[in-house]
């Protein structure tokens, strides 16, 4: 079954700085792997997603996610941390055995601080 | 272009009572539908997904169900509410073959 893991509850960086939020996964097969943002009380946005191709997945608001088959992660970064990227970051990777459903990790609060 | 409602947005329900919580898209036809829930300090937990009228397949067994009465409609219940049941509960679809699920903005449940 696949599955991906968020190894950190919670990250903070300071403004300005470059930030990294991990996440591994494990699947049978080719993967296809995203990150989704979530700021308070409201639904889950897109961010990017990797299916095939250029291992470095360019995405909205700056971020961008790194693909390593070798080391299984796909790791989000943002090369300068703003204040208003603080919010919750799941990454997902979808079903291989049916609907195009999604499977979540437990998500990583991001906190910059000003 | 496509949208996706969800109602309410909060609601504080006694053990015991009964749940709806409805979920529409406009926009598309046939998508594929998605109940989550995010329960507090943890991840999105996938519910119900459904392809196509009446079709509902469940991840977790559990006290909801669920129900596609309409093409874009798509409806949680449950006959008696749990304290466990609290929780952030999101809706979701995507066109077939699609990639990117897009979510309704939640509703907060909570089970007194």
């Known amino acids: 079954a696949q599955s991906v893991a968020q190894p950190e509850d919670q990250v903070n960086v300071a403004e300005g700085n470059p930030l990294t939020v991990k996440c591994t996964y494990s699947v049978s097969g080719n993967p296809y792997l995203f990150w989704y943002v979530q700021y308070p009380n409201r639904g889950l946005q897109f961010l990017l997603k990797?299916?095939?191709?250029?291992?470095l997945v360019k995405g909205s608001y700056g971020f961008e996610a790194e693909f390593n088959k070798s080391q299984t992660s796909f790791h989000l970064k943002k090369p300068s941390a703003l204040v208003s990227d603080s919010a919750l970051y799941f990454c997902a990777v979808r079903d291989q055995t049916g609907a195009n459903n999604l499977f979540f990790g437990t998500g990583t609060r991001l906190t910059v601080i000003p | 272009s496509q949208t996706i409602h969800q109602w309410p947005a909060t609601l504080v329900q006694p053990v015991g009572s009964p749940l709806s919580l409805e979920c529409t898209v406009e926009?598309?036809?046939?998508?594929?539908l998605y109940w989550y829930r995010q329960a507090a300090g943890r991840g999105l937990q996938l519910l119900f997904y459904?392809?196509?009228?009446?079709?509902i397949s469940s991840e977790v067994p559990q006290n909801l169900s669920a129900s596609r009465p309409q093409d874009r409609q798509f409806i949680l219940s449950s006959k008696k509410l749990l304290l466990s049941d609290s929780g952030f509960y999101l809706c979701?679809?995507?066109?077939?073959?699609?990639?990117?699920?897009?979510f309704g903005s939640g509703t907060q449940l909570s089970v007194l």
């Open positions: 926009g598309t036809s046939n998508p594929n």
């Open positions: 990797y299916i095939t191709g250029d291992n």
């Open positions: 979701a679809w995507n066109g077939q073959g699609g990639e990117k699920l897009f």
């Open positions: 459904s392809v196509g009228i009446g079709q």
